[in-house]
């Protein structure tokens, strides 16, 4: 099976501005997570989606949001882009997000905010 | 908040075992604990998790006290490779939701 793809890994962006972040999730998984990782802070859970379903969501501005898909494929948005977004976007996928479900994580969108 | 207390850092020498600790003395009863690894900036790779018996796979066992409360994780032979940041996490409900703490960085040396 092809593991979690994200698109794109690279990308530049200045102040104010809004990016879209895409993951593809392993074929037959229906969670997605995203996780957001800086030097400061860590790796940080972002938001959760399952069957379109937003069923949690971390400790982030309103800027960052989510959605996904009836084929389970995700994106996330930041808008109004700020310097201390650039960060590490990781994405995970697991069946089904139940407690013994293991979730697999994707290379990582490197965002740079200028 | 992380539920778990790692060592900041320990170093290995190749070949020997690398045993890393995790402390996670609230951890609940259906509480899972799992271990990822992430070898520099890329994302978290899943080693193993377990809930209160001891487990193996390929890739490392792991040891869970029968209280509960810490747990180690053992890579047998470890490589050059194994060099990473290695996070006890644990799981809490029927979420993906992960809570990683700051992680462990295993330096092996030839």
């Known amino acids: 099976k092809a593991g979690v793809t994200q698109t794109p890994r690279y990308l530049i962006k200045t102040r104010g501005q809004q990016v879209t972040l895409s993951c593809s999730p392993i074929?037959?998984?229906?969670?997605v997570s995203w996780y957001q990782q800086t030097p400061g802070q860590g790796l940080q859970f972002l938001f959760e989606?399952?069957?379109?379903?937003?069923?949690n969501k971390g400790n982030f501005p309103g800027r960052f949001s989510g959605r996904q898909f009836s084929n389970s494929r995700s994106e996330m948005n930041v808008s109004t882009l700020e310097l201390g977004d650039s960060a590490l976007y990781l994405c995970?996928?697991?069946?089904?997000?139940?407690?013994?479900?293991?979730?697999?994580f994707g290379p990582g969108t490197r965002l740079t905010v200028l | 908040d992380a539920k778990t207390t790692q060592p900041p850092s320990m170093d290995c020498a190749e070949g020997r075992a690398a045993n890393l600790p995790c402390n996670h003395s609230?951890?609940?009863?259906?509480?899972?604990v799992y271990w990822y690894r992430q070898i520099h900036s890329q994302g978290p790779q899943y080693i193993i998790h377990?809930?209160?018996n001891n487990e193996t796979n390929e890739m490392a066992s792991l040891i869970i006290t029968e209280d509960r409360k810490s747990s180690t994780l053992i890579l047998p032979h470890a490589t050059l490779r194994d060099t990473a940041v290695y996070y006890c996490?644990?799981?809490?409900?029927?979420?993906?939701?992960?809570?990683f703490g700051t992680g462990t960085r295993l330096q092996v040396f030839p």
């Open positions: 989606y399952f069957s379109e379903t937003q069923r």
């Open positions: 074929s037959g998984h229906r969670s």
């Open positions: 377990g809930l209160k």
């Open positions: 995970a996928s697991s069946p089904s997000g139940y407690r013994t479900d293991t979730q697999y």
């Open positions: 609230t951890i609940s009863g259906n509480e899972y």
């Open positions: 996490i644990v799981r809490v409900g029927d979420t993906d939701k992960l809570i």
